[in-house]
């Protein structure tokens, strides 16, 4: 069984640009939660896709949107870096959007 | 409402000490308490969780004590090990929603 992967590990941007986070989700499972989380702080939830539909969203501006493909991969996008979106992005995927999630790693975001 | 509220901030306890937990809730709808445990570096890992229904659960060296009346629930690590040293995140959910809510985090140390 394939575990959660998410790339790249670490990225360096600089504020006003566009970033790609991409996640693959464990085998079997079709739901995909987006978290950020701070340095010293819990994660915040961003959205979820289930089947490739946002199946529901957090307090995050219309710049972080979402994709899901067909086979339950997804990718966050984010426009318009700001300083503040410094931060670990994780990746969760559960069985028809259940609550037990299983993250991968995350990737660590800079914005200079 | 919709915070979980954990403490300790952070904890040191001796190799085979019980470290215990705290988080407390105020939105009487959540229904799923999860416990992850993360690693530097890592993503956050499910522990344990516990329903509302049961007042504890027990899974290896790990304990969910859970107080409906009080709104409050706590991890206990039994005979800790220095390998259990990580940060502990309490989190909430309820039923028909997929987004957990999740506590500060407890950086827990187990000295040798």
């Known amino acids: 069984e394939t575990g959660v992967t998410q790339s790249p590990t670490h990225l360096i941007k600089t504020r006003g640009q566009q970033v790609t986070l991409r996640c693959s989700s464990q085998?079997?499972?079709?739901?995909v939660s987006w978290y950020q989380q701070a340095l010293g702080q819990g994660p915040q939830f961003i959205f979820q896709?289930?089947?490739?539909?946002?199946?529901g969203r957090g307090n995050f501006p219309p710049r972080f949107s979402g994709l899901q493909f067909p086979n339950y991969s997804s990718e966050l996008n984010v426009n318009a870096l700001e300083l503040d979106d410094s931060a670990l992005y994780l990746c969760?995927?559960?069985?028809?959007?259940?609550?037990?999630?299983?993250f991968g790693p995350g990737t660590r975001l800079t914005v200079l | 409402q919709q915070q979980v509220k954990q403490s300790p901030q952070s904890l040191i306890v001796q190799k085979g000490g019980i470290p215990i937990i705290n988080c407390a809730y105020e939105?009487?709808?959540?229904?799923?308490f999860p416990w992850y445990q993360q690693f530097p570096g890592k993503g956050p890992a499910l522990l344990i969780a516990?329903?509302?229904d049961v007042s504890e659960k027990k899974e290896g060296r790990f304990t969910i004590s859970f107080n409906k009346s009080a709104k409050q629930f706590s991890l206990h690590i039994m005979d800790s090990q220095p390998g259990d040293s990580a940060t502990y995140f309490c989190?909430?959910?309820?039923?028909?929603?997929?987004?957990?809510?999740w506590g500060a985090g407890t950086k827990l140390i187990i000295k040798p």
């Open positions: 969760a995927s559960s069985l028809g959007g259940g609550l037990e999630q299983f």
């Open positions: 085998s079997g499972h079709n739901t």
């Open positions: 896709y289930y089947r490739e539909e946002e199946n």
């Open positions: 939105n009487t709808a959540f229904d799923y």
């Open positions: 516990i329903r509302p």
């Open positions: 989190a909430a959910s309820w039923n028909s929603n997929y987004q957990l809510i």
